[in-house]
Each structure stands twice: as structure tokens, then as C-alpha cells.
């Protein structure tokens, strides 16, 4: 996956001025355009469009102080507007062209990203694949904004508007593998943009044939193979760690990529103020291409 993606980056500094075919690109290095924008974004600390938007703005930095105008360069950087172009701009340099043309500065640059594989994997993942039939995941959902660290307090407060009954009743609704009350993260964007938008339900599994009462949001997830990874200690940042290892550790040194779907939580055992928490972090898998 590390030479992967240093071939992405090499793509796209090959011509800035363009948009690299992703989807192709992966294909013919035996991936897929999903995979890719997740380890990118997981590995990089940023999502590849992001990554892309500030090369193209530091290259077109070093363009502002020639006799080029405003309008061209724009254009050669892929905007169709100096307006778009200011915008992009002082996003990343936090200063407007017009300043950078007079003053010289303030830039920030970019560097050019490589990618590194750090042998560490002195903590042994607890991890098992298991090949599931279709199922569906039912329970109540709601759109939230995507938080990396911490507790998102969006989720927290979807999950404090549901009566404790309704709790009791979605955990004995559960006739699926994964058990007990689950924390599904569905619709996520592939970048893995902190801010963007994506649906989470908190609810059960179930059959497909299961009934499933009408007041129930429902996702329905197709028959595939899920990387579990099993993580304990403090809640929710062991998780969060165990999250974080499953890019940065277990994929790079294993045969499985990424696939489009839902990611589950279960929540297997917990403390009573839920400080600590036993916990399954299943993630809808493939075996990557030879």
C-alpha cells in the first residue's frame, strides 16, 4: 500500500495542472479509488483533494511573483475564475494573491508528500475475518458532521435523545452477528474529511428476513467479508487508536483492502460511566489484488 500511494503522489506532481484519473489509476495498480482515499487520508493526515489543492497552491505561489496574470494563472491551476482562485488561495496561504504579488509573502508551503513504512507492530492486533451473509442494520439514524478525536458530541447527543427503553428494545431486536447495540458510521465521505457529513445509526442487526418494526431506520448491507478488530481500554479513545492502527499498521502488512459500506462498532462489554469499553470495530473488506 506505502508504494501505492507514493505512485499516487508521483501522478499527480507528474501535472498539477490536471486531474488525475483516480479510479483508472488505482485499477492499474491493482486497487480501488476507495481504498486509496481512505489510506491517503488515514496516512497523510488529510484528504488526497486537499493534498492536491495545496500543491497547486504553492506551484502557483512561485507563478504570482512572475509577470503572469491573475487570470492565466488561475486557469493553468484549474480554476475558471480568479474569484475561485483568491478563494483556494488564501485558504491555504491565509493571505489573497494580490498581497503575495505585492509583498512577496506570507506563503506556506506544501511540501512534496513520500510515504514510509515505520516497522513498528509491537502491539499484536487482535483480529479475525469473518465472511457474513446480507444482513441489515436497523435502529434510529441521524446525519452528523465526521469528528477524529475525541467524543463527537453530535452522536453523543442523538444517542441521549433515545428513551433507555428504546435502548432495551433495539438490543433484543439483534438476531445478527455483530451482537448487542452497535454504533454504525454509513454514507462516509472517502476522503475521511473531518467536518463532512455522514449518517450514523445506533441500532441492532438483524436478517433480512427479520421483521422490523416501521418507526426503524434501516441500511442494508450486502454479503462480504469484514476485518473485526477486538480493542480495550479507555473509551472512546482506544478505539480511536485501534482506528488510527488499522491504516497505519494492519493494512500495509496484509493482503485486504477497503471496500464501500457501513463501518460497526459493538459495544461488547463496558464500564458502568462507560470510561473504559470492550469493543469490535468491524470494517467491509476485500482481498486486494495480487
Known sequence: ??????RVVEAIEG?????????ALASELGTTEYHVRRMFSSLAGMPL??????????????????????????????????EAFNRAFRSVHGVAPADVRRDGGPLRS??????????????PMDTRIAERSAFRLVGHAARVPLVHRGVNPHIQAHIASIPPEEHVRLKALGDQEPAGLLQVSADVDPDYEEGSELTYLHGAAV???????????????PAGEWAVFRTSGPYPSALQETWAATAT???????????PGPSIVAVLDRAPDF????????????????
Open 207 to 221: 436478517g433480512v428476513e427479520t421483521s422490523v418494526p416501521d418507526d426503524l431506520d434501516v441500511i442494508d448491507v
Open 275 to 290: 470510561s473504559t469499553a470492550t469493543c469490535e470495530l468491524w470494517l467491509p473488506v476485500e482481498r486486494a489484488r495480487p
Open 1 to 6: 500500500m506505502i508504494g501505492i500511494l507514493n
Open 110 to 123: 506544501q511540501p512534496q508528500l513520500r510515504f514510509r513504512l515505520t516497522v513498528e507492530g509491537n502491539t
Open 249 to 259: 499498521e494492519w493494512f500495509p502488512s496484509n493482503p485486504w483492502q477497503l471496500r
Open 15 to 23: 501535472d498539477l495542472e490536471a486531474d488525475v484519473d483516480l479510479a
Open 49 to 82: 483533494s486537499e493534498y492536491v489543492r495545496r500543491r497547486r497552491m504553492t506551484v502557483a505561489a512561485a507563478d504570482l511573483l512572475g509577470d503572469g496574470g491573475l487570470l492565466d494563472i488561475a486557469v493553468r491551476h484549474g480554476y475558471g475564475s480568479t
